[in-house]
């Protein structure tokens, strides 16, 4: 039986939104077309109907606001810290785009929405999806992402999300924004379970910003889809004191600091969110399809290679992944202006069980978790040939137990055929070292929610070498790997 990569009985998106927030439904939210209030049988978890919310005041003062970058990256902690911490602010990345008028370098990509703007705020953004209409069919849990929900919204912004800003306040040239989000938006929100003991409130904002900086990062470089919006939910916070601010359009004035810091009154990090580009589907139903022979295997193979040079990306940027499961490559519509001024949409598609096609998308990668992802930047012995190697072989392995062996000997067949050969021939003298990055990155002694077990990461180190080494079984990538790599598999899948 193949594998189900989600779960269809995700709490949906406005609903959470509201819990997180602890206030009422917003009767602007609408599920197919139905108004959510007490009409439709739909109340709040404390029984209360839900509550008609005032409309956005048109009328607001509003302030010209652009984002801006990080100008001295090592100020980046700090940098963080206050934006998603303190100020309760926005933060957002965008890929090297044609004609954006945005910065040349990846890192001036990487911006923080303005603060005198309402937009610059996590609690405007917030009240907004509140009101968004998300749909029970488009809200998912991913089985490999835990703690995750994903919520997406499809057509245009004047159809299903007419609250969103423009791209001048990215600082982006007109037109370029609709690129983006012609098709839908996507959010994807990662709640954090409550426990006995938990960091304090700083260093629980530290481990979020790492995590919703590990995902800015990689959109920035075209690694994952770009993020329009991320931040942070503070538990606590007196969203209800912002009534007037919150129903603005994007551009209005915000309050000033003093007003804004006597309502940040949270003292635990419930949730992080991240507001993005929408994907048309993941690589677990290109991967259903092709088992169900619904795709050619030349579309399979060469989205294949495509996965792997965004991989190769990754650890270029020094970064090493090991949730690398097909449920965690998402496709996105890319759309391209042609000569003719025409937008052309281009990408990968399968056929669906119904006959027609899945909307074209790109490959990008997703969920930074940081259980399972770490930036290696300060790591000696690290190595981008081993990382790149490391990461197949995760993401084979997982495609294999997922799917079989048939499928996973396509990929590696075509993935030498592709130079992947050369790259596992060039890690075998380092991977020993590599394994000993491996245990000293995933192991601290610092205190997080939900760490990776030590045993498990020894043993990933300890199997990593023979999965490189591996000759008896035809080479690298055949077989589902040692104790390590099962142990891992079987926490991500099931």
Known sequence: MLYKSHDDDAEPGHRLISRLMMLSLSTHARLFGDDVSAEAADENEDGNAATLDPPIDKGAVTVSAVAKPLLVQSQLKEWLLATLGTKRGVLSAWPETKGSGLAAQASSRILALDAKAVSGHANWWLWNLRRTAFSRRDSI????????????????????????????????????????????????????????IEPRLEIQVQHASILIYNQLEAAAHGVAPAVFAAFLVHEGDDYKGLDAMLRSPPTAAALPPDQLAEVAVGTRVAAA???????????????????????????????????????????????????????????????????????????????????????????????????????????????????????????????????GRRVADDMMTTLKTAGFQADVDAAKPMIDTFADVIRRSFQTGRMERDALPSALVLEIAADLPRRVRDEETGGPGCGCGGPGFRQLLKKLLS
């Open 141 to 196: 849990t991913p089985r490999c992402s835990r703690g995750v929900s994903v919520h997406c919204v499809g057509g245009g912004p004047e159809r299903s999300f007419d609250w969103f800003p423009a791209g001048g306040i990215y600082g982006m040239n007109p037109g370029i924004i609709d690129l983006f989000i012609h098709y839908g938006i996507s959010v994807s929100i990662r709640e954090f379970e409550t426990s006995s």
């Open 273 to 403: 969110v991240v507001l993005g580009q929408v994907h048309s589907f993941r690589m677990t139903d290109m991967l259903t399809a092709y088992a169900h022979n619904r795709v050619s295997k030349d579309v399979v193979m060469n989205a294949m290679v495509a996965v792997s040079s965004k991989v190769k990306q990754l650890a270029n940027l020094k970064m090493l992944k090991l949730n690398m499961v097909a449920d965690n490559v998402v496709f996105c519509p890319q759309l391209i202006e042609a000569e003719d001024d025409q937008l052309e949409l281009r990408g990968f598609t399968y056929e669906l069980p119904a006959g027609t096609e899945a909307l074209k998308g790109k490959p990008f990668l997703c969920d930074f978790d940081t259980r399972l992802s770490k930036r290696m930047t300060m790591q000696d012995g690290y190595n981008a040939v081993a990382a790149y190697v490391t990461m197949m072989l995760v993401l084979l392995a997982a495609i294999r137990h997922q799917f």
